[in-house]
C-alpha cells in the first residue's frame, strides 16, 4: 500500500542526511573525490550495504529494520550528495 509521503516527512529525511553530511565532513574532512570512478566506488559500496540489510530485514523488528534501511539509504544519498559537490567543485581530475 502506498501512503502519502508529506512535506514534514521529506524534511526529516533531508535532516537526517544533511546531518549524515555534516559528519562525514567530520570524519574524513571536505577534499573532494578526485574521480568519477571514485564516486562510482563509494555508490556502490554504499549501495550493496543497502542491499544487505534488506536482504536480512526480516531478522529485526520492524523498527530497528526500518532504522537500518534508512540509515544505508541516508549514505548513498550522502554519497551522491558529496558526488554532485566535488563535480560542481571542480574536484574532479580531467582525463
Known amino acids: 500500500m502506498r501512503v502519502a509521503v508529506?512535506?514534514?516527512?521529506?524534511?526529516?529525511?533531508?535532516?537526517?542526511v544533511k546531518h549524515k553530511l555534516e559528519r562525514r565532513m567530520k570524519e574524513k574532512g571536505a577534499g573532494s573525490y578526485t574521480s568519477p570512478h571514485e564516486i562510482v566506488g563509494w555508490l556502490k559500496e554504499e549501495f550493496e550495504e543497502f542491499v544487505v540489510?534488506?536482504?536480512?530485514?526480516?531478522?529485526?523488528s520492524p523498527g530497528k529494520a526500518n532504522?537500518?534501511?534508512?540509515?544505508?539509504?541516508?549514505?548513498?544519498?550522502?554519497?551522491?550528495?558529496?558526488?554532485?559537490?566535488?563535480?560542481?567543485?571542480?574536484?574532479?581530475?580531467?582525463?
Not at 508529506?6 to 533531508?14: F, K, M, V
Request: proline share 0%.
Open 6 to 16: 508529506s512535506e514534514a516527512i521529506r524534511d526529516i529525511a533531508l535532516g537526517l
Open 67 to 95: 532504522e537500518r534501511l534508512i540509515g544505508e539509504l541516508a549514505d548513498i544519498a550522502v554519497a551522491a550528495i558529496f558526488g554532485i559537490a566535488s563535480i560542481t567543485a571542480g574536484g574532479l581530475e580531467r582525463y
Open 53 to 60: 540489510e534488506a536482504r536480512h530485514a526480516d531478522k529485526y
